[in-house]
């Protein structure tokens, strides 16, 4: 079946240590994104990329990091500089036609930190 | 600024009953559209309906219709016949032109709760 996997679903990390979480989509979609959500909040976006070997800062993006070398992945790194990166982390993806276009989301990865 | 507003934060609806979730958004820019999301306990978000500013007709997805009214700026959500399985938190978005389209701008949601 097509769809965006995330991994991995839960994740805890210690202060001071990296993390990555993955995002893979099997869609044939040009532009992928990451967001984070806070409890009681909507989406806020973190980073996007339109196409492989190029990605774009979101609203917050600081103490983040991406990488696009393949289309069917975009993986993203939390970093120490992250003040506060407890939250739950939703990948998405989209065709990139003319005009608006829908995003799709995968399953969330939900991020603690120790 | 661009901005999305929900101002019920919870609603209640019997089971088969219809329910409408409030929208409205703020923007400068002629050409946006505009997403319903839900969000079940699970996590995921699950797309509902789109609207593109430039459309006419308000748009319809089975039981989901989109009450667009463009010179008051809301894009309210319609639930006809609720079910059980309707319960979850539902987020209006927002793709502004000057975004290049890229940004989903969201709302702070609202929960809804179908009781039987």
């Known amino acids: 079946d097509g769809g965006i996997t995330q991994s991995p679903k839960y994740l805890f990390r210690k202060e001071g240590q990296n993390v990555t979480l993955s995002c893979e989509q099997n869609?044939?979609?040009?532009?992928m994104y990451w967001y984070r959500q806070d409890p009681g909040q909507g989406l806020r976006l973190i980073y996007y990329s339109q196409i492989v070997n190029d990605f774009q800062k979101g609203d917050i993006a600081e103490g983040y990091s991406v990488s696009r070398e393949k289309k069917e992945s975009f993986p993203l790194t939390v970093t120490s500089a992250q003040k506060n990166p407890t939250a739950f982390y939703l990948c998405a993806s989209s065709p990139r036609d003319r005009g608006p276009d829908t995003q799709y989301f995968g399953p969330g990865t939900r991020l603690t930190v120790l | 600024a661009q901005k999305i507003t929900q101002t019920q934060p919870g609603m209640f609806v019997q089971e088969k009953e219809a329910v409408t979730l409030d929208c409205t958004y703020d923007?400068?820019?002629?050409?946006?559209?505009l997403f319903w999301y839900k969000q079940p306990s699970s996590g995921e978000m699950i797309f509902l309906i789109y609207q593109g500013s430039y459309d006419e007709q308000n748009a319809t997805e089975g039981r989901y219709s989109l009450n667009f009214q463009k010179a008051r700026k809301s894009a309210n959500l319609v639930i006809s016949a609720s079910q059980l399985g309707d319960s979850a938190m539902y987020f209006c978005?927002?793709?502004?032109?000057?975004?290049?389209?890229?940004?989903?701008?969201f709302g702070a949601g609202t929960r809804l709760a179908v009781h039987p």
């Open positions: 869609l044939n979609h040009d532009a």
């Open positions: 978005a927002m793709s502004p032109r000057s975004g290049g389209y890229n940004k989903l701008i």
């Open positions: 923007t400068s820019d002629q050409s946006y559209g």
